[in-house]
């Protein structure tokens, strides 16, 4: 599945997070490869309950305490991080080379620490920067995500949400790590905001050298940061490609059941819906997961699909376009 | 910071109970330092000891002056007189014989008889001791000549004692009272002549070189503002050396043992698994033991030492149920968000329970540990009550342990017990009136709109 070793950003192989439970495993994430380039922006799609988050912590190592099985590889610059003990990970990995715009972003801010403190934490942490070394850079990412320095005196309960977001986002830049993951950015937040967000968010792609993961359920928010879609079910990756293939079209039956779900203004036409619910993780079909679901399945849809690659570059595990 | 306090001082001043205990351990405080900077510790542990008869001049169980405000028949005060209060005359005898007189002369207003009177010598001479007459004048002109002796250094004269002029001059009448008595007054119901009584010491000196001070003391019923106990000693040195003691105690107790429990149940709970377990296993295996009959066990075959002591129960307390009210406040907090995003970011676990854990519950902590405060006072007063005290270190638990033994609300000594037991409920009070203000103000549960 390699590419080019050297563009390589990310790259994982065969990575498993199966969480244990009081009814069973849960399989959260099942068997996810994939690759991202550098300075790549992909947007991972799903509902909710599919592993998104799962995948974000298995690839960024933040594990609950009920893991049943973490395995796999997760290569960073060639290297293979998993094989880093849990100290060299958090110094080596942590913020220096993958940042996290957690999902509860808004309450991700230490209540006690003043914002700018909590803000500059990560190059306290990490460079051992003196506290007002670390708060001057601390002023210029506020100003890189539009904040006015003013704030880093301010608590985070005297912030207003969006303010919170791109506090949180400007936490995540800080350290100018290779990768950042935002795990849904925008959703505790109203239109406006997240509009603003995103603004901030495309203006941090257009002038930095980073690479980005868009995690969301928000398809229409990330369509225009996104250089990359990859669409999840049930634990697995269904759909992986450029977004201009993906988002004019979806092969997948569930991408494009995803995509014909989504609102247009320019033209009329009946939102769909998926009729029934994703499988529970607990105990996966045997074959496509989204057999169930699915208007076009067929025989062969009994059998798990592998994940494939098309002519056209794109990924997709269908047992429709199968070769 | 400043703003914050000035905010917390705001809020606090809201509160009457608040205002109270800061007057009051202000005043502790007050009292604190100022028997550590007056009586240094090895001086007021040698007055405590009472050794080499530091407190012959005191009467025995005499009460505070201050008893004298509440009654119209006043109870007799201590006399001290020395040669700054006396009227010396000397005249030459013969070539070699010296006559010095000390004439004492104070005045008696109170209603009640001395307990005793004493005459103590400080001699200087090189081979004959001087010799002294006493003679005792009643405010209505009635002289008694009472015994004489030859005043070696460092000896008395025990007036009231003196047996032989009880038999001849008073019909084996106690003297303290038959020189105070008034003589219209009889002998099985005596009354004080109040006035201006004299004692009169004549001294001999045999060489020039001899030479001698003359202490003169009346014993009374009520003696400074303290009053005295059993062995004489005035009650204040204990009273005012009590406080550094129970502040110390309570507050490094209070302090050190919720400070540690908190540590470890923070530490407990963000590690969890095998440490967790252990913590809450002794936690719980201490539960079992009971404090009291360790701290007896020690006191009784090791040592005493109120170092010692509260060092041991602080470690005794470490593991005590505190550890699983934290904790289980720690659980809600270590899956908050923000502690998460804290881990993401490659934060320390030392650095997440300082920074992030601790400070977001240290708020209900505060009040909790000011309540506790009295606690650790009173266990050691409880402590020296169970004859487990320091014996060297003068505390309010010791003043009330004395008392006890002593008999003291049995034989109605009553402000023996009153006034440690006082200042042991002052201070109680006080920290617990804080406490629970606090409580009020820093507890959001508890607070008011």
Sequence with gaps: ?323 | MKTRFAKLWQTARKYPTIMMSVVIISVLLGIAFYAMISIPFSEAALLWRGAENIWEDTPRLAAPIWFNAFRSEKLSETVNLTREDALITEEAVSATIRKETWVYEYDFPYATFPQEMKAFFTVSADDKNPLVKFTWVKPDGTTYQLGSMTASDGSRYGISADATVSREQFNNQPLQVELYRDPSSTTEEPAVLNGTYQFIAEVYHFTDSSEIEIQFVSFGEVYGIAGTDHLRRDLRIGLLWGTPFALMFGLLGAVGSTSITFLIAAIGSWYGGWLDAAIQRICEVRLQLPTLPILIMLGTFYSRSIFLILGVVIALDIFSSGIKTYRAMFMQVKNLPYIEAARAYGASNMRIIVRYMIPKVAPVLIPNFVTLIPTFVFLEASLALLNLGDPTAPTWGKILNDAYHAGALYRGYYYWVLEPALLLIFTGLAFSMLGFALDRILNPRLRRI
């Excluded at chain 1, 942490?125 to 539009?146: I, M, P, T």
């Design chain 1, 1 to 323: 599945m390699t590419t080019q070793a050297t563009s390589t950003l990310l790259r994982t192989e065969n990575l498993r997070l199966y969480f244990r439970t009081t009814q069973g495993v849960v399989q959260a994430v099942d068997d996810v490869s994939f690759t991202m380039p550098r300075r790549d922006a992909l947007a991972v799609i799903g509902e909710s309950g599919c592993g998104k988050t799962s995948l974000v912590r298995a690839i960024l190592r933040l594990l609950p305490s009920n893991v049943h099985t973490y395995s796999g590889n997760v290569f960073l610059n060639d290297i293979d991080v998993m094989k880093l003990s849990e100290e060299r990970f958090r110094t080596n990995v942590r913020w220096t080379k993958m940042s996290l715009v957690a999902q509860a972003a808004m309450n991700a801010l230490n209540p006690v620490l003043r914002v700018g403190e909590q803000v500059a934490e990560p190059l306290i942490v990490h460079q051992r920067l003196s506290k007002q070394a670390a708060l001057a850079q601390a002023a210029e990412v506020f100003q890189l995500v539009g904040v006015s320095p003013d704030f880093l005196g301010r608590y985070a309960f005297e912030l207003s949400g969006g303010m919170r977001q791109r506090a949180i986002i400007a936490m995540a830049l800080i350290t100018r790590p290779d990768l950042i993951v935002l795990d849904e950015p925008t959703s505790a937040l109203d239109m406006l905001t997240q509009a603003n967000i995103m603004n901030v968010l495309k203006g941090i792609k257009r002038d930095l050298e980073q690479s980005f993961i868009f995690i969301t359920h928000d398809v229409s928010t990330t369509s225009e940061l996104s250089d990359r879609g990859m669409v999840m079910y049930a634990g697995q990756i269904v759909e992986l490609a450029s977004a201009e293939q993906f988002y004019l079209d979806p092969l997948h039956p569930y991408s494009a059941k995803l995509m014909a779900s989504i609102p247009t203004l320019k033209e009329k036409k009946e939102l769909e819906f998926i009729p029934g619910q994703p499988p529970s993780l607990l105990n996966p079909p045997t074959g496509c997961r989204f057999a169930d679901r699915c208007d076009r399945r067929f025989d062969k849809c009994d059998t798990e699909p592998p994940l494939q690659q098309l002519a056209d570059g794109r990924w997709i595990r269908c047992w429709l376009y199968n070769k």
